[in-house]
């Protein structure tokens, strides 16, 4: 069975970091171009970061650009988003997703599997 768990949300104060894993288990994450996505209350899901699979190469979504870094380890099977300079407007539930397509826009139909979502709340 292909399941994703998502796990290092948590509340953190501005300016503060956290780091979200996406574990996977049932297929390799290297077969895979990852991405990370967040639902913010009363908005759309909106894509945030990817991680290929050819190549390692990222994209980074223009509002979280130099803040967040997307990294893989496929010895551990999985794919990190670090969290820096976190601002209230990054509160959302985020989202990992795999897609087995060489992508160039993080439309969403394209990715496949789904984690749960993990809770990030910036608040002071």
């Known amino acids: 069975q292909l399941q994703f768990v998502e796990s290092g949300g948590g509340l953190v104060q501005p300016g503060g970091s956290l780091r979200l894993s996406c574990a996977a288990s049932g297929f390799s994450l290297n077969d895979y171009t990852i991405g990370w996505f967040r639902q913010a209350p009363g908005k759309e899901r909106e894509g945030v970061s990817y991680i290929t699979s050819s190549d390692g190469g990222t994209f980074y979504e223009d509002s979280v650009k130099g803040r967040f870094t997307i990294s893989r380890d496929n010895a551990k099977n999985t794919v990190y988003l670090q969290l820096n300079s976190l601002k209230p407007e990054d509160t959302a539930v985020y989202y990992c997703?795999?897609?087995?397509?060489?992508?160039?826009?993080?439309?969403?139909?394209?990715?496949?599997?789904w984690g749960q979502g993990t809770q990030v709340t910036v608040s002071s």
């Open positions: 997703a795999a897609t087995p397509f060489i992508i160039e826009t993080m439309t969403q139909g394209l990715f496949d599997y």
